[in-house]
């Protein structure tokens, strides 16, 4: 790209108006939608997020990654309204776009909400879509619309792993339940690789984690576990009420089990579980107390760009 | 390697009918009979085959873990209807030989498919 091209750039988004470049047929829905009904309105509309609008009032913001934590969490259906951004971020349509581009970077956000400067009323949304479309408009340059709409789902979780925030993931693992065993497991995997990690991380991860799984299982009535994940690390939690461990430096040594002879004939309880974990992780914590429960911590460094 | 020659040397059949290919015909790069999952989530990488008698779920939960290319279950072993609908779920290949687990490995071998090597270096970047 030409120096002039850029200068071009920079003066356009002084220039332009965010009401010129917004969207103005905007989607929104009501506080009292369920989340569950949102996945849908979403996906339909190909949208990233949504105004959340009571009686014709702007009363929040609700995202795919709003969506998202909730379907990780899995703690039943509720209304959009308990999950929604209440302290919503807005533009004033006549404002130059550099003030939204700043906000939008400022606060991490994907999209914001664009007021009617004299009534307060919802004028549209203005999305990074919508400024790119904008400025490539004025550029008079060619763009093909569904390009536009790929870029703009395919960063949304570049979004979130940008955001200094970390996402927190929660799987309940219950006791002596070998039907589900490894589910746990496998969303992570699924969950890490759609938010870009690099796959051998992603398969670390999701082997600590599998080995912590079948321990809550094997030897506990049920656990949960908790996966953290920021732009660093993904730290892996399994927390769990049983029985602890006598004795964890014997526990360690590979080939040492304390498994009945069920699990091993489900192929595990050879010994290897924590030492798997060990082996994955870049750095490992046992807490153990008899007769309270364990905690193990595990965390595995993302993989830096070189 | 590719899988259909695995599935040619080991006079093995499909435990369910793969109706798309997604990435067409796989590559098996590499090899591990054992039916400890544990041992199968660190010694197997990407495009490895798991030669096993185990046939649970649990085997293909680590099979989607660790990115195999196929399991094959010796001896004749059919896995469980509900293995199966799992194993076509998550898109695991899966196969089922008549050969003894050594006589399968004997084979492979032959043919120039070697162990999958899993250890430290493969499961961590770090130091």
Redesign the interface.
């Known amino acids: 790209m030409s120096d002039e091209r850029v200068t071009k750039l920079q003066e356009l988004v002084y220039e332009l108006r965010v009401g010129e470049i917004m969207h103005e047929d905007v989607i929104s829905v009501s506080p009292e939608t369920p989340m569950s009904e949102l996945r849908e309105i979403l996906r339909i509309n190909r949208i990233s997020g949504t105004p959340v609008m009571r009686d014709g009032s702007l009363v929040g913001m609700i995202s795919i990654e709003d969506f998202i934590r909730w379907l990780v969490k899995s703690d039943g259906d509720c209304r959009v309204e308990a999950k929604m951004t209440r302290d919503v971020r807005t533009v004033f349509a006549d404002e130059p776009l550099i003030q939204a581009v700043n906000k939008l970077e400022r606060f991490g956000f994907g999209r914001l909400p664009v007021l009617d400067r004299k009534s307060g009323k919802l004028a549209g949304v203005l999305t990074k879509g919508d400024i790119i479309e904008g400025l490539l408009k004025k550029l008079e340059i060619d763009y093909h619309e569904a390009e536009m709409m790929g870029a703009r789902s395919s960063h949304v979780f570049e979004d979130i792993i940008a955001d200094s925030s970390a996402l927190l993931f929660e799987y309940q693992v219950p006791g002596k339940d070998?039907?589900r065993?490894?589910?746990c497991?496998?969303g992570l995997?699924t969950t890490l690789r759609r938010l870009g990690i690099h796959?051998?991380?992603a398969?670390?991860a999701?082997?600590a984690c599998?080995?912590a799984e079948m321990n809550l299982i094997v030897h506990t009535d049920g656990g949960r576990i908790e996966a953290r994940v920021d732009g660093r690390a993904i730290r892996i939690q399994a927390l769990d009420e049983g029985p602890g461990i006598e004795d964890v430096a014997r526990a360690m040594q590979p080939g040492y089990s304390t498994a009945p002879d069920w699990v091993r004939e489900?192929?595990?309880g050879?010994g290897?579980?924590l030492?798997?974990i060990d082996?994955?992780?870049?750095r490992m914590e046992i807490d153990s107390t008899t007769g309270k429960g364990t905690r193990i911590e595990v965390e595995i460094?993302l993989?830096t760009e070189p | 390697m590719r899988l259909e020659e695995v599935q040619r040397i080991l006079e093995a059949r499909p435990a369910w009918t793969v109706r798309l290919p997604r990435n067409g015909e796989r590559e098996v790069v590499s090899c591990l009979a054992t039916?400890?999952?544990?041992?199968?989530?660190?010694t197997t990488g990407?495009g490895s085959l798991l030669l096993?008698g185990?046939t649970?779920?649990?085997?293909i939960?680590?099979a989607?873990?660790?990115?195999l290319a196929a399991i094959c279950f010796v001896r004749g072993k059919s896995p469980q209807p509900?293995t199966v609908e799992l194993a076509e779920k998550?898109g695991v290949r899966l196969l089922v030989t008549d050969l003894s687990m050594f006589e399968a490995c004997g084979r492979l071998y032959e043919k120039g498919l070697r162990a999958a090597v899993g250890d430290?270096g493969d499961?961590?970047?770090?130091e």
């Open positions: 070998f039907t065993a490894g589910a497991a496998s995997k796959p051998q991380t398969r670390r999701a082997i599998y080995e489900l192929g595990f050879a290897m579980g030492v798997n082996k994955c992780a870049d460094l993989e | 039916d400890l999952m544990s041992d199968a989530l660190t990407e096993t185990l649970n779920s649990q085997v939960r680590t989607g873990i660790v990115d509900e998550m430290e499961c961590r970047t770090r």
